[in-house]
């Protein structure tokens, strides 16, 4: 069972352009971090929120948790080939008794042309 | 620098070898972590292990088993592969307690394995 569904699965945009990127879930998460992942390489932490409503900035990117804490968006501005990517989010979610884990969601690929 | 390193880029192997996946880190946590990642499945956690010898099964744990003999080490093992389990296996490690929240999770760059 998936638990974090993104959307959308693949985006083509051209340098300048915006963009919004969404993670939901019917599961309530304790916090969600979102995570970059370049080819070739493992994914790379970009941000946690934990708070319902919680906005955080990351120069030109924004991340939402939404707030019942069972969504999140990434919203990024003025979109730079350097943003290319895969982009995660990734929502933990409080248990007794076993190690912190996250689940993660389907991912949405990313690609920026100039 | 801080990382985590796993042993191939790239293995081809034939149905019904067994098959060790190694990976190291270097930053002194407690908790390891194996996932596979297929295309419009994101990362599936297949093992999880917080401390030396414990293990955890993840949500897909069939086909696999895992070794943690060191803190340091944290091995996943493919009994007897088959040509599903083709995919690319990613290991990571964190900081127990609440510190991972704010450092998330340190990943390796992956292992892509086809099993012909």
């Known amino acids: 069972t998936q638990l974090l569904e993104q959307s959308p699965q693949f985006l083509s945009i051209q340098e300048g352009e915006n963009l919004t990127v969404y993670c939901n879930s019917s599961s309530v998460f304790s916090s969600l971090q979102w995570y970059r992942q370049e080819p070739g390489e493992g994914p790379v932490l970009l941000v946690t929120v934990v708070t319902g409503g919680e906005v955080k900035k990351l120069k030109r990117l924004t991340f939402q948790f939404g707030d019942a804490r069972k969504d999140s968006s990434l919203h990024i501005t003025a979109a730079q080939p350097g943003d290319t990517g895969l982009y995660l989010c990734?929502?933990?979610?409080?248990?007794?008794?076993?190690?912190?884990?996250?689940?993660f969601g389907t991912g949405t690929r990313l690609q920026v042309t100039l | 620098d801080v990382k985590v390193t796993q042993s191939s880029r790239y293995l081809v192997k034939r149905t019904g070898e067994k098959v060790f996946l190694e990976c190291v880190q270097d930053m002194d946590h407690e908790n390891m972590f194996w996932y596979r990642q297929d295309p419009g499945l994101g990362l599936r956690l297949i093992y999880f292990s917080y401390d030396v010898k414990m293990k955890e099964k993840g949500d897909i744990p069939e086909g696999y088993s895992v070794s943690r003999e060191k803190k340091e080490r944290f091995s996943l093992i493919l009994e007897s592969a088959s040509t599903n389990q083709t995919s690319m296996y990613l290991c990571a490690s964190s900081l127990s307690g609440q510190g991972w929240r704010f450092h998330g999770y340190t990943f390796g760059s992956g292992t892509r394995l086809t099993v012909v």
């Open positions: 990734a929502g933990f979610r409080l248990r007794t008794g076993t190690a912190s884990k996250l689940t």
